[in-house]
Nanobody
Framework: QVQLVESGGGLVQAGGSLRLSCAAS????????MGWFRQAPGDEREFVAS????????YYGSFTKGRFTISRDNAKNTLNLQANSLEPEDTAVYYC??????????????WGQGTQVTVSS
């Protein structure tokens, strides 16, 4: 069973950038389609982006508008999310997940504990 640990969150000013990473252990990320979700207090978990096993296909939530880029490094067993032009509305806990490339969080089998991203105005 794969374990996922996110890192890279923090406090950033509006317009800034962050690079989130998700390190896997107990399994190889190359075996899984993977995705990023986010959840703000009181909101449902929201799809950010997903990527297939080879990295040849990526999918994004409509709100990303070209600001976010998902990538994976199967050799390093990591999943990444580059987030640019951040807005206060992007403030949330960001989670990586494995097992699907769907936009529905219920299709994923494995989850990290999340990393907080806070964007100040």
């Amino acid at each position: 069973q794969v374990q996922l640990v996110e890192s890279g969150g923090g406090l950033v000013q509006a317009g800034g950038s962050l690079r989130l990473s998700c390190a896997a252990s107990g399994g190889s990320v190359s075996s899984y389609d993977m995705g990023w979700f986010r959840q703000a207090p009181g909101d449902e978990r929201e799809f950010v982006a997903s990527i297939n096993r080879s990295g040849s296909m990526t999918y994004y939530g409509s709100f990303t508008k070209g600001r976010f880029t998902i990538s994976r490094d199967n050799a390093k067993n990591t999943l990444n999310l580059q987030a640019n032009s951040l807005e206060p509305e992007d403030t949330a806990v960001y989670y990586c997940a494995a097992g699907s490339s769907s936009s529905d969080y219920r299709d994923y089998h494995y989850w990290g504990q999340g990393t907080q991203v806070t964007v100040s105005s």
